[in-house]
C-alpha cells in the first residue's frame, strides 16, 4: 500500500489549485513516459534555462519514501501510447469510487485491506468529498462489491443497481459525522485568470512564465486516473450487454494537451467482437436485429446506454441522446468526478489523433509549453469558446502551433509524412479510405538540434501567424509547408487524416480578423520594455504584470474583442492607436 | 435424449390445431400434476363418463419408448405451484431457441450434441421455423454460445448483442436451403369458431363436446415451456444490470385456464436484491439512483428494458413503453414465438390470484372445462373483447364460474376464507396490506362428493345467471356468498385479495344486460329437445350443430348482440318471440 498525498516537500506544487488533496508523492505512466522522453531534449531547455515540470507527479523520484515499490512505473518510459492506455484501463478496472461522509482514514484504509492489498489511494472533493482506491488485483474489487450493501432506507425508491461507485457509511461510532481527514481536502476548481496573471507576474522570466502556465493548467495524475475510472465504471454498464467492449478516453484526457476541467470524450469501442464464420458445414449464428447502416447501429447502442446512465447511473445528470448529430453522442454531466462526459462509438479516427498529438507533446517538451501557452492566451481574449460557433477551436489552434514549430530552423517536430515513411510494418493504419499510419516507435525518430528558446517561440508564434497568408494558404502538418488553398473558406487548416477536409471549417472572417489582429497586438506587447521585463513588486501582493501575464490581461485588449464593441467603449489613446496600426497591416490580406 | 413428436399413436389429438408438430409424446409437470390431482377426482367424472384429457401431453404414461428417463417428472405430482413455476424456469434456463431455415434433423442433432446432451427439443412454426432445445446442463448452452458466431453478411449494420436466439446455418452442403423436417411442421393457428363447432358437433355428449373444448384450446406442453423460455431470454436482458432478477410469467400462461394464443403476461421480480446492513461500524453502500416513489423506480427500470428489448431484441418488434399507465408496462410482439408480450414490475398480488385460480383448477377438473367453455362461448358472441372497454373481463367470468361453483349443494369447490383458515404458517402472505394468505398444500383441503356432470353444470351456470340478483348483491369468492353490493356499479365482483376493489368495475348496464339476456337464451336452448340433442349427419362433412355447438352459432344470437342492431336485422320468429320473453324475464332486475 502507497498512501500518498502525506509528505509535501514541494509546497508550491502543493498550492497549485490542485484538483486532488494528495497529489504530490506520485508518478504517473504518462508523466514517466514523458520525463524520460524529455531527457533526450533537455539540453536544448537547459540552455535556456527552463525547467521542464510538466507534472506534480513528475518529482516523484525525489522523494525516498514513496513510488519504491512500483516496479512496473519505473518500465513504462519505454511503453507505446497504447501500452500506456491499456495500463491505465487495467488499473481502472482495479479500483472503484468511494463517497466518504464521515471517516477516519485508518479505519478506512483498514476496511479497505480486508478485501486485498490496496495500491494506491487518494482524496479529492467533488460534490462532497471522494476516494479513488486501487486495489493490487480485481478480485479484491468482486469481494468489496460483494461485501456492499443496497441502501436500506427508502429501499423502495432506490434503482437497486450495482456499480463501483460506493458511499462510506458509519454506525454506531464515536466519530463526528462530518469529520475531516488530517490533510485539507482542496475543492476541485480552475484556477481563476487573475490568480494566474498575478502568479506569472512573480516569475522572473518568461520562459519561466511559460511552464508555470503549463504547471498549473495541465491534468494531475490523480485527475487522469479519475478520468479512466470513470470511463471503466461507464464500460461496466456497456459490457452488460457487449462483454468484449472497451471505453476509452480520447482527445485532451490522454493526449497531453488537456487542461484541468476539460470535458472527459470517451468512444465504445465493440471491435472485440468478432464475426468469423467457419467454412463448411452446419453452424450456428447469433440472431441480431438489423439496421439500415453501421450509424443506425451506433444510434441503437448509444440510445440504450443513455438510458442506462439517464436511468441508473449514480450521479449522472442531465443526460441528452444527441444521435442524430454527424457522430451520435450521449452527453451526460458525471457528479462524482466533476467531469462533462462525451460519449461517442467507434471513433477510430479521432483516436489516431490523440495517438499523433500525444507523440508531438512527448518528442519535444516545448510543444506542450506552447500550446498550452498560446490556448489559454485564446480562451482569455474569447478566440476560443466552450459554445460551438465560428470560433477558432483548441484542436485548430494546436495543429497551427504544431505546424508553426514544423516551419522553425532546424524545424521542431518533423512532418506527418516523415512519421508515416518512418513507420513499420505493425504501424499500417487504414480507417475508412484514410491512412491514418504513422511510426509509433518514438526511437525512430531523429529530432534535429533547435536550441531557441520558449520566449523566443512564443513571440516568433505571434509574429508568424501576424503576418500568414491565410486569404490563399492552407496550413499543412502533412506536409509541414503551407498548400494553396482548395477552397475559399478564411481559414483553412487541413485534417490530418481526413486529407479532404479543412479542421476549421467553422471559422469565419470576423474570427480570423479578430486572432490575427491579437497576434499582432501580442507580438507587439513582447516587443516593447514596458511589458517584456519584470516590474518589480514580487514580494507584494498586486505584483505589476508583465510579459505573459500582459499578454493575458483582458483590459489590454478589450477593444478587439469585436468591432462592434470596440466603437462604444472608451479605449485608451495607446491601445487606439495600437489598433489603428494593427488595421492598416492587416489590409494586404484581406479581400 | 427424447426426440419427441415421432410416435403419433394418438391420431385424434394430433390432427388437433396444435401449435407444435411434436406435441404428442411429451408429459409436462403442469400436466402430471394436474392428472395425479385429477386421479382423486375422477370418480365424479367417471359417472358422468367424462374422460379426463387436459393436455396431449398426458397420454405419455402409454407410450413405452417416451419420458421413462426423466425421474423428476415423477416426482412433480406432489409439488407445489412456486416449485412446479422453479422447474419450469430452471428448465428454460437451459434451454435455447433455434431458428432453422434449412436443416437435416439428424445433422442438426449430431451438431447439438458436441455441446452436451440434449433433454428435450420439438420444432414448430411461427414466421418460419424454429426449434426448441433443452440441455440437461447450463453449461451446454454456453458452450453452444461460445462456438456461435456473429453474422458476418452485413457485420457492420448489426448490432452485436448476443442471446439464446439463434439461426443454424448451414454451409457447403448438398442440403436443398428448404429441406423440411420429415414429420409435418403445424403453423400456429387458432382453431376457427366454426371448425370448432363442428366439431363438437360429431360428439355425442354434452360432456363430451365440454372437453373437447378444454381439449382445443388450453395450452399445449410445447407452448408452456415455450412461454417460459421467452421469458428466459427477457431475463438475461434484466440480470445484465439486475443479476438477482427473475422475469415469471403470471395470469393465463400458468394459471391453468390460458387459450392457445393468449397472451404472455410477464413481470420482473427483483426481491431477490436484499438491503440488509451490519449492525455497527464501517460498511460500504452502494451508491444509486433515488426516486420520488417506487412506481419511478419501476418506470427506470422498465424504460431500460423497454430500449433494450426495442434497439437489441432481435424478433422483438411494435415494442411500447407504457410507463404512466396505472401499471406502467413494456409491450411488445415476440416474433420468434409468436407471443403478444405485456412486461410490468414486482406485480406480487396478480401473482397470488394467479395461483388461487390454479389451485382452484387443480381442485376439481370440472373448474377448467366449465372456464374454458363458458369463455369460449362469450368470446364468440363479443361479451369479452381483446380491445378494453365496457366489457366483462375473462378474469371476471372466471371468478363468476368459481362463485357458481361454490354454491352448489355441495359446493364443488371451498370458499377463499377456508383456504385461508387452512393455511400453515408458510403460507402467510401479506402484500401492501392486503392478506394473500391461503393453503399452498393441497392435500389438506377437503373437498365435499358432488356428482354432477358437465352438462348440468354448464346449464345451471346459465339458470345462475340468467336470474341473479345483480342489482343488489355482490358476487364474493372469499365468503361463497353474495354479499349486499357496497357501490352503484352494474356488476360488482370483489377482487378476491384487494377486497376494497371492484373486479367489474368497467362493465356498464349495457354490457351486463347483454351477458343476462344470453344467460338466459343459452339456458332456454340447452332445454329444448330440437338443441340439446344429437342430430345425425355425424359421418358427413357438416354435421348439424346441437348441444354446446348450437350455443356457439353465431346466427343463434345474432339479435342480442346490440339493441340498435337487433331492430334493422331481420330476425326469424322463433328468435324475435324468445327475445320478448326474455326482455319481460329481465325486466325486475332492472331499476
Redesign the interface.
Known sequence: MSPVGRRSHKPRACAVWSFFRAAMAWSSAVCRSHMRRSGILVKHLEKGHVQVNRSVGANVAADPESGGNDESEKKEGCKSFYAVQQDRQEQADRSVL??CHS?TEK??LK?LSRHGDVKKYFFYESYGMYAVVEFANRESVAS?LE??????V??????????R?????????ADSPNQRPGQKCQPQITIPINELIKRLSREERIDQQITSLTEAYQLTEENSRLRFLVCSLLKDIAA???PECTIKPFGSSINGFGKLGCDLDMFLD?DG??????????????????????R??TQ??L??IG??VD?????CVGVQKILNARCPLVRFSHQ?SGFQCDLTANNRVAMKSTELLYLYGELDPRVRHLVFTVRCWARTHSITSSIPGAWITNFSLTVMVLFFLQRRNPPIIPTLDLLRDLAGPMDKSMIEGNDCTFVSDFSKIQVQTNTETLEQLLREFFEFYAVFAFNKMSINIRKGKEQNKPEVAPLHIQNPFETSLNVSKNVNATQLERFVALCQESSWLLQQSETNTPRGGSGGDTPTSWGLAALLLPSQVAGIKSRKKRRQEPASERIKSLLESLKNKNQPNKS
Do not use: D, W
Request: hydrophobic share 35%.
Open positions: 468511494i463517497s471517516r479505519k478506512f476496511y468489496l461485501a456492499a450493501t443496497m441502501p436500506s427508502n429501499h423502495e425508491s432506490t434503482v437497486p443497481f450495482k456499480s461507485l460506493l458511499s462510506l457509511r458509519n454506525l454506531g461510532s452488460a450487454y457487449f465493440l467482437i468478432s464475426a468469423q464464420k467457419p467454412n463448411s458445414g452446419l453452424f450456428l449464428e447469433y440472431q441480431t436485429k438489423r439496421a439500415n447502416s453501421e443506425a447501429v441503437s447502442i440510445s440504450v438510458e442506462c436511468q441508473f447511473g449514480p450521479g462524482p
